[in-house]
């Protein structure tokens, strides 16, 4: 492997976050280059599930089809080799062209995939090689290898609560039960939560607060798509007199709810933000995958307060995004 080669394949890299989770997921973002030498031939990405792949964008780039059997095909993921999706597989299309050199990311997590993409290309009489150093690729599939393995989405908590001191731990509010919205985050928090709803494909509140607080959970304060919206309500309480095709139940069991909303649905990651009592249960019931806090520091307390939910005892790490906004982020 030359450092030609992975200069090719960074630019992959930076094809492959184009890719907008709203538009790409349960499937994973992918970039992909074909070039000779220094030569650009052809490159695209995955812009939306059930559409073209990375591999397949690029082939069709290429206008000097002579040159594929000099060319090296640059892909951030494993080509796919199995035929149970939306898509034809890539791996005889690569070989199809005429390719006889692909330059890989990393593998993919998939198990119906797993090696196999590789093993057939080797198979055909592609030399393929596989980067070093895969964690930069890796890093693309973190929604999806939750997903595929788990089958449920990758999901994200995320809630802003006030704070003295801006300490793990420390009990705060996270808004009002009767005066509706009450804004916690400055702008820097804005900024921060906004970024993480670019990054989910799904975005999640419960019912009461949808009601309460009318949020726009939109992306306004960061470039990318807005989230589709799910609101979570208790069959219990009754249902809601709204006919929305984006309300949805919170059935027991709950990971298999989650199950049928990654299957039937299309959710590949869901960004949860509240209220504090639907917080509360994925924290109880452990299906999360990260717990993004914005902590304000204030002395303020919202007209009938209602208290932040409890954080689990996990791996946090702390980000001071201004003098009052802290953001601490956990994994389990």
Request: charged share 25%; glycine share 8%; with cysteine.
């Amino acid at each position: 492997m030359t450092a030609q080669d992975l200069l090719w394949l960074f630019r992959a890299l930076e094809l492959a976050r184009r890719g907008s989770p709203v538009q790409v997921e349960p499937n994973p973002p992918v970039g992909a280059v074909i070039a000779v030498g220094e030569q650009l031939l052809g490159e695209g990405y995955h812009r939306a599930f059930g559409g073209p792949h990375a591999e397949i964008e690029a082939l069709r780039q290429v206008r000097e089809t002579k040159l594929l059997e000099k060319a090296t095909l640059y892909v951030t993921l494993e080509p796919c080799c199995h035929t149970d999706k939306k898509t034809p597989p890539c791996v005889p299309e690569i070989v199809g062209a005429g390719i006889r050199r692909v330059v890989v990311g990393c593998e993919d997590p998939n198990p119906a995939v797993s090696g196999r993409g590789i093993e057939a290309l080797r198979a055909a009489g592609v030399e393929v090689l596989i980067v070093p150093d895969s964690r930069p690729f890796q890093a693309l599939l973190k929604h999806f290898r939750v997903s595929i393995t788990k089958q449920r989405p990758y999901i994200t908590l995320k809630w802003a609560q006030t704070s003295r001191s801006g300490a793990l731990y420390e009990s705060g509010y996270i808004g009002s039960r009767t005066q509706g919205r009450w804004p916690i985050s400055g702008f820097w928090g804005k900024v921060w939560g906004h970024r993480l709803r670019a990054a989910h494909s799904h975005i999640a509140v419960g019912y009461r607060t949808w009601i309460l607080d009318q949020p726009l959970l939109t992306t306004r304060y960061f470039p990318g798509e807005n989230p589709k919206v799910l609101i979570f309500y208790e069959p219990q309480h009754g249902m809601p007199k709204e006919k929305d095709e984006r309300f949805f139940p919170l059935t027991t069991p709950f990971e298999e709810m989650l199950r049928r909303l990654y299957l039937e649905h299309g959710v590949g990651s869901l960004l949860v933000e509240g209220g504090a009592a639907l917080l509360q249960r994925f924290i109880a019931s452990g299906l999360y995958d990260e717990i993004h806090v914005l902590m304000r520091i204030t002395r303020e307390v919202p007209p009938a307060p209602v208290l932040a939910p409890v954080m689990p005892v996990i791996r946090w790490r702390r980000r001071r995004l201004s003098p009052d906004e802290i953001v601490w982020v956990g994994h389990p």
